[in-house]
């Protein structure tokens, strides 16, 4: 096998992988979206944890104060603190209408 030939069938099994990856994202997408629609209990649960996932950053950048990483405790705080202020963003003017 030549190294042209080699780098060809590489390059072929990079593509295959590539649109095998795009098609399993696609159709997780697809189903994600209808479960946000029609369920109400999956909007509920996904807003719960990512209401969770905000407070644990909060918390997690106190630790991160008191034991002196001042950098990272910063990092996390506003990032929680902007994640928190869009879901409340979220929740006061993008509300669904009946």
Known sequence: ???????????????????????????????????????????RIARTVSFTAEAGLIAGACFLFRSGHRV????????GIIALLFDLFRLLFLRRRP
Do not use: S
């Open 1 to 43: 096998m030549t190294e042209q030939e080699f780098d060809r069938k590489v390059e072929a099994m990079a593509d295959q992988l590539g649109k095998k990856i795009e098609d399993t994202a696609d159709r997780f997408d697809r189903a994600v979206t209808r479960k946000w629609e029609r369920g109400r209990w999956f909007r």
């Open 72 to 79: 990272w405790g910063a990092i996390c705080f506003w990032l």
